[in-house]
């Protein structure tokens, strides 16, 4: 699979439109989950959930929002992702209502929002629960066997334990992925409208400003924009989650206006048994002893002037342990230390050598763990730089800029490739690569951002260099 902005929504770029500033980023390994205990409700029998949200894990079964009446009880009520990539409403277990999508959403670099409307007073079955995506009702069903006429919902129930991101009955199911814009309507079956809009000039649907709309009792909005307490309910209600396992490094910018650049698990290329084991967001990946396990960006480029940095964690001694880079992804599908594609690769190696294409360059300065490198790619000049803890070495010549006269390698894109050139991290032994896009998944000691005010990096951006997000993208790429 090629590398794709998204299928879902691609993250807008327009000038004036409304903006969403964070999201938040879940792990299933980290058991990462936020929990509430509702109080009374407006009406059991009527609600609306909308949120986005851009999958990392699309083979796995994932709990959007859950409620359980008790803890010996497994019988709860749930929104979910299957694995096999439907959307799921289900009551009761499934034995009071089961609604489940014919579409599959796996699309790990899509922006998607999904409303779940329920009114269950209403005489026609079918008009008891409607699920909207990306602004238009879903009509396809794989399953459709709705709720009773006034049928009281434990989504929404007084004194029932409620959770985003993962299973009420348990915690062995918690989300992989970003979440932005929950929103909770208790008392109203709304439609996908009041969430959202599409663009008059792309037909991309957009959020829309919901500060505006009625609550209800148990009504809630999560915009994730508070670092120091992520649960924080922005609706006026003050009906604020408990974060389980979140902190503020899991606050991103990657969000539904603004798609940042992640590591694609669909497009890992040949020559390995298996991929390579990917989380947090998937911007880490990471190795193991018997295989080369590796990922492709899910942003491609070609032009412009593009920075991301990489942390390199558990290197071993010798040169068989993690590869970080670009490469064209349609040229370059296997990867081995002693089989690349005579095509364009340029990796920084941990035995401290540049390799470009299939042939090692100047021997610099080993790499070692936790050293954070910088990928500066200069597409218009056909250039590139790499530095090592925010030194360039620039054949040598050390400094903390790019030396344009001293390129560590040269770059042409081949009109027989892809025509874009992506990011690339290799492991191997254990070996894993922390990618930072703009939003890192570790945390940094400063705080750097492009001149578009972009990004959230270790070191500073080089002049007239950007992020690998979609509004740079239209505007530079």
Request: charged share 15%.
């Amino acid at each position: 699979m090629l590398p794709t902005i998204a299928t879902g929504n691609v993250g807008s770029a327009l000038a004036g439109e409304y903006e969403v500033a964070n999201s938040l980023r879940f792990d299933d390994a980290s058991t990462d989950y936020l929990n509430k205990t509702l109080s009374t409700p407006t009406n059991r029998r009527k609600f609306t959930f909308s949120f986005w949200t851009k999958r990392s894990d699309i083979a796995d079964e994932s709990f959007i929002f859950s409620a359980y009446p008790s803890t010996s009880n497994t019988q709860r009520d749930a929104i979910r992702l299957e694995s096999s990539g439907e959307l799921r409403v289900f009551f009761d277990g499934a034995d009071d209502g089961d609604i489940k999508t014919n579409a599959k959403f796996r699309d790990p670099s899509a922006w998607y929002n999904f409303v779940v409307a329920v009114d269950t007073t209403q005489g026609t079955a079918s008009s008891r629960v409607r699920i909207y995506v990306n602004g238009s009702e879903v009509t396809s069903l794989a399953t459709s066997t709705y709720p009773a006429q006034d049928y009281d919902t434990d989504l929404n129930n007084a004194s029932t334990i409620h959770r985003i991101g993962g299973d009420t009955n348990s915690l062995n199911t918690t989300y992989n992925g970003y979440m932005a814009e929950v929103v909770f309507i208790d008392g109203q079956q709304l439609d996908a409208t009041s969430f959202g809009e599409f663009d008059s000039d792309t037909n991309i649907w957009k959020p829309i400003d919901v500060s505006g709309l009625t609550f209800g009792n148990n009504g809630f909005y999560l915009d994730f924009e508070n670092s120091g307490s992520l649960g924080a309910d922005v609706s006026g209600n003050g009906n604020n989650f408990t974060v389980n396992n979140l902190t503020s490094v899991d606050q991103s910018t990657d969000t539904c206006t603004n798609n940042f650049c992640t590591m694609n698990p669909l497009d890992y290329g040949s020559g390995t048994t298996s991929n390579a084991t990917f989380s947090n967001g998937n911007i880490i990946i990471t190795g193991n002893t018997t295989d080369w396990r590796h990922a492709h960006g899910t942003i491609g480029v070609s032009q412009g002037k593009w920075y991301y940095e990489a942390k390199a964690i558990g290197v071993p001694d010798g040169d068989t342990a993690i590869y970080i880079g670009w490469c064209d992804p349609l040229l370059s599908t296997t990867y081995n230390v002693n089989n690349f594609n005579a095509s364009f690769n340029i990796y920084a190696r941990t035995n401290g050598r540049i390799i470009f294409n299939t042939s090692n360059t100047d021997s610099y300065q080993l790499y070692a763990d936790g050293d954070i490198l910088g990928f500066a790619l200069d597409l218009d000049n056909g250039k590139g730089y790499i530095s090592r803890n925010g030194t360039y070495y620039n054949n040598n010549n050390t400094s903390s800029s790019p030396d344009t006269n001293n390129p560590d390698f040269t770059v042409t894109i081949s009109s027989s490739g892809s025509g874009v050139l992506v990011p690339l991290g290799i492991g191997y032994n254990d070996g894993s690569v922390q990618f930072n896009f703009g939003s890192p998944p570790y945390s940094i000691s400063s705080g750097n951002s492009d001149a578009e005010g972009f990004g959230n990096f270790e070191y500073a951006v080089p002049s007239g260099y950007f992020a690998l997000n979609t509004k740079n993208l239209a505007e530079y790429g």
